[in-house]
């Protein structure tokens, strides 16, 4: 009788079984169907769906909170959008030399500043073109920092099951998008026969 042993452990050591699953889970990510047995396939089938849903989830919570701010969604967009480029304020300034030596850092050349002074001046001239008011420009910067940081907490921990950077990044991109709004049901599997030589029943794990 099994006691204690939750899920379906395909006949493997707990290593080399998460392993297969994160492969196949890998490959189906990528490829967006893989050809695997049927035990193996129904149990990638639910931590894939598992991940997906969290980064839906992770993106939804970021989202809400911006609107909670920004109420206008393309106004949200941009401003989403500008955080993603840098991180500033529109209070912030170019520290000094003597600022950066007690900070810790390297002084900066006269080059160097007036670069980092236009740039700074130009990304917070661009923050007041999509909000004018200064201290509502400013929240929703804010929020839009905050909401950053909800969905890096998503994709984070993502990563701990999946440590895939390029698979987690498709995971946001592509697949957030197709299915946004979708409760589940993000997969299928279809049999395709058995397998030469041990008679393995085959299936087809696919995104939908």
């Given at each position: ?14 290593a ?24 193996r ?52 300034r170019?520290?000094t ?29 661009e ?6 008011d200064?201290?509502?420009a400013q ?59 041990d ?10």
């Amino acid at each position: 009788m099994r006691h204690r042993i939750a899920g379906n452990r395909i006949n493997m050591p707990e290593a080399r079984r998460r392993a297969a699953i994160r492969s196949l889970i890998e490959g189906l990510y990528t490829w967006e169907h893989v050809t695997t047995t049927e035990a193996r396939a129904k149990v990638a089938r639910g931590e894939a769906e598992r991940l997906i849903a969290i980064a839906i989830r992770g993106h939804e919570e970021a989202w809400d909170h911006l609107k909670s701010v920004v109420e206008d969604d393309f106004i949200a967009e941009q401003a989403l959008a500008l955080a993603r480029r840098a991180r500033f304020t529109l209070d912030e300034r170019v520290a000094t030399n003597e600022e950066r030596e007690a900070q810790g850092k390297y002084p900066l050349s006269a080059g160097a500043r007036k670069i980092r002074e236009e740039r700074l001046a130009q990304l917070q001239k661009e923050m007041l073109g999509i909000i004018k008011d200064r201290e509502e420009a400013q929240r929703a910067l804010t929020a839009a920092r905050e909401a950053m940081a909800i969905e890096l907490h998503a994709r984070r921990t993502i990563l701990k099951r999946l440590p895939n950077e390029r698979a987690v990044k498709k995971i946001f991109e592509q697949f957030v998008p197709r299915y946004a709004g979708r409760n589940g049901g993000y997969t299928r599997i279809s049999k395709i026969g058995r397998r030469q030589g041990d008679a393995a029943e085959l299936a087809r794990l696919e995104l939908v």
